[in-house]
């Protein structure tokens, strides 16, 4: 059962994680049966369930970082337990696709097969599938840990094609997709410092943490001026305007900030004798 850890013991800490992974789809249903999600309800139910889905994605790949950063073991227990959720999320967001096209299974073929942001994430869910079939402690040992964890690495590419898929399904409105960029680099930074050997370092948190805040508001200056001939200093300068909407780089700046200092407030607290 998800409630309990490794040595067969109840955990309270997995039984509230499993209660908060059901929150964002009990949330939508009951918006949906309530008529809270606008003109097009399922529509909007299926881009909600897939933008957590993403979400649960990043959260797990969260999991290793926090484990070393905050000095807490026992949080990798909780990496399966997510990862499954997040490939749950995905199947669903896929089903209610289906459900949204009346069932009409060939042209929900179709339209996976010839538009390529649903070929994207039809990838990424396959991705997704494999890894959550592998995820048993049984698979683990019948594939053997080598190739296991060789395996397991494929959530990077599931999570880089769902940023993609998220960004070309939003069209004109890409500031979430660009938060998700952001915080996706910033995982993907942090485990290529711990492949460096790097990880330890006192100045890791704080350097991730500007580079983040920095990345992303010039990958978004760079898209803007792309897509929409939008000047780039005009697009940097609105990081700097809190009279409006938070910028994509701002929120993930202040992940990654709050992230920083929870890392250095663990690591200056005072070891038990």
């Not at 967001?93 to 949204?100: C, P």
């Amino acid at each position: 059962m998800p409630w309990y850890d490794a040595a067969g013991r109840f955990s309270w800490l997995k039984l509230a994680v499993l209660i908060l992974l059901c929150v964002p789809a009990a949330l939508i249903a009951a918006d949906y049966i309530a008529g809270e999600l606008g003109p097009r309800p399922l529509n909007e139910a299926v881009h909600q369930i897939g933008n957590w889905a993403l979400r649960l994605i990043l959260i797990s790949l969260a999991v290793t970082p926090l484990r070393a950063l905050l000095r807490w073991p026992r949080v990798v227990q909780l990496r399966r337990m997510i990862g499954v959720a997040a490939f749950v999320y995905v199947a669903a967001h896929l089903l209610l696709y289906v459900v949204d096209e009346n069932f009409a299974m060939i042209k929900v073929v179709v339209e996976i097969a010839i538009r390529i942001y649903l070929t994207i994430g039809f990838v990424a869910l396959l991705i997704l599938a494999a890894l959550a079939i592998t995820s048993t402690d049984a698979m683990t040992r019948r594939l053997g840990g080598r190739i296991w964890r060789n395996l397991h690495r494929a959530v990077y590419l599931a999570a880089l094609l769902s940023v993609i898929h998220f960004f070309m399904q939003s069209k004109a409105n890409v500031n979430e997709p660009w938060i998700m960029a952001g915080l996706f680099a910033w995982l993907m930074l942090w485990r290529v410092a711990n492949w460096r050997g790097k990880a330890g370092r006192i100045w890791l948190p704080a350097a991730l943490a500007i580079g983040a805040v920095f990345g992303t508001a010039l990958g978004e200056a760079v898209y803007y001026a792309i897509e929409f001939r939008a000047p780039m200093d005009r697009v940097l300068a609105m990081n700097l305007d809190f009279s409006g909407d938070l910028r994509p780089a701002v929120i993930v700046g202040a992940i990654s900030a709050g992230l920083a200092l929870l890392a250095y407030g663990f690591r200056l607290r005072p070891r038990a004798p």
